[in-house]
């Protein structure tokens, strides 16, 4: 009995031991969720890659600065594997097994939304650095935030810029996957088209997997002056292959995420050039920022250097997440671990957070349809030209002339 008890009190000694320990850590401890297998790895990548350059240089530079003394940040990632109930389970574990500070958040909406709730019931501010449909702020989640802006905020931004082209575009045929993000894409094309008295001829909403030939062979018989995809990736190189091998060229083809990827020239090569796509970043812009990158174009090299391709938008939400979570925590003087408490005043200095970075103006709205999305940015309507993104819209923030209309496919 007395050997019994001994090693019971051991065991309790162990356990109080590890909890101070866990107590007296010196690091912030940060959960990761996003999607690092099945269907959407490739953009879950793209955000692994931002999250990721943004904890090496904080660390770089011997951790964030916090009253005098610097806290390095660790990352603790859960693989969504592309599936909103992966994204739940993945939270689960950050929030009660890893004990987490905050969490950086999915690539898609879908697999955001389901994470939301979990960290909701923790307490556990997140900010995802790329998920962009508006239902995630409709949901107003309390600590759930945004540095890209949803779609149905800057999905207008490429359809105004062609509808003041000539000749002037008349019809539209928008086709959207359903899933949360693409259809919350090509609902906020066909709203801005038909805002811009452009006729939408077809809008259709597809499960993934489906067939686009056919769809694109009822596109040709239109003959639309613009096709407007909502999709991701995959999808969006799949629409243009689809189009060049039935030999149509419509005046203008319009998309959204995944144009901006370097995967987008890397599979199309020439007859990615002409695309239009919206945006509210690229490498180029006047940017100025007070933490990591002094502009975008710093921050550009130094994607390039580590990864050996070109930043894009969502890369760079992602590390601009990331640098928000560092302005707050120095806002509130918060050392590792936080507390619920500190968790709370975390959230409160996330909402009235307002500073420039790399990225552009960080300003989370505090209510309304953007509850909590990032609306200190402007949407962009950007095209590739010669392999590269250039930003061709709104006229004041231009960068280049825009290639209009489509140059035919067998003339590239």
Request: aromatic content about 8%.
């Amino acid at each position: 009995m007395k050997r019994i008890v001994i090693g019971a009190l051991a065991a309790v000694v162990a356990a109080a031991s590890l909890a101070s320990a866990q107590q007296a850590r010196n690091y912030f401890k940060v959960g990761v969720i996003t999607s690092l297998s099945g269907e959407m790895a490739t953009g879950g990548n793209v955000t692994k890659r931002g999250y990721d350059l943004w904890a090496n240089e904080v660390n770089a530079k011997g951790g964030i600065e916090i009253g005098g003394k610097k806290y390095k940040v660790e990352l603790s990632y859960g693989d969504d594997q592309s599936q909103p109930a992966q994204a739940a389970v993945a939270a689960e574990r950050l929030a009660t097994q890893e004990k987490v500070d905050f969490v950086l958040g999915p690539y898609a909406s879908g697999t955001t939304r389901a994470a939301a709730p979990v960290l909701e019931k923790y307490k556990i501010p997140m900010i995802t650095g790329s998920a962009e449909s508006p239902l995630i702020w409709l949901d107003k989640m309390k600590y759930t935030f945004g540095t890209i802006p949803p779609v149905n905020y800057t999905g207008a931004g490429p359809v105004n810029t062609l509808a003041g082209l000539t000749p002037k575009i008349q019809t539209a045929f928008i086709l959207g996957m359903d899933d949360t993000f693409s259809k919350a894409t090509a609902e906020a094309f066909k709203a801005a088209a038909e805002k811009a008295k452009i006729k939408v001829v077809n809008f259709q909403i597809l499960p993934a997997g489906q067939d686009l030939i056919p769809l694109l062979n009822k596109a040709r018989a239109m003959k639309p002056d613009l096709i407007a995809y909502g999709g991701h990736d995959k999808e969006l190189i799949n629409i243009v292959k689809g189009l060049r091998q039935i030999n149509y060229t419509p005046k203008a083809l319009l998309m959204h995420y995944g144009v901006t990827e370097p995967a987008f020239v890397e599979a199309l090569a020439k007859d990615a050039d002409g695309v239009f796509g919206a945006s509210v970043w690229t490498d180029s812009l006047q940017t100025k920022g007070a933490i990591l990158w002094k502009d975008a174009v710093s921050y550009g090299k130094a994607a390039m250097d580590a990864y050996k391709v070109p930043a894009d938008y969502t890369q760079a939400g992602c590390t601009a997440a990331g640098i928000a979570f560092q302005a707050a925590l120095q806002k509130i003087k918060a050392t590792p671990p936080l507390s619920e408490a500190k968790k709370d005043e975390l959230l409160k200095a996330l909402e009235g957070l307002d500073i420039q970075t790399f990225f552009g103006r960080i300003k989370f709205a505090n209510a309304g349809e953007f509850y909590h999305s990032n609306v200190g940015l402007s949407p962009l309507a950007i095209q590739i030209q010669g392999g590269k993104t250039v930003v061709v819209g709104p006229k004041e923030m231009a960068q280049a002339k825009v290639l209009y209309p489509l140059t035919p496919w067998d003339k590239r």
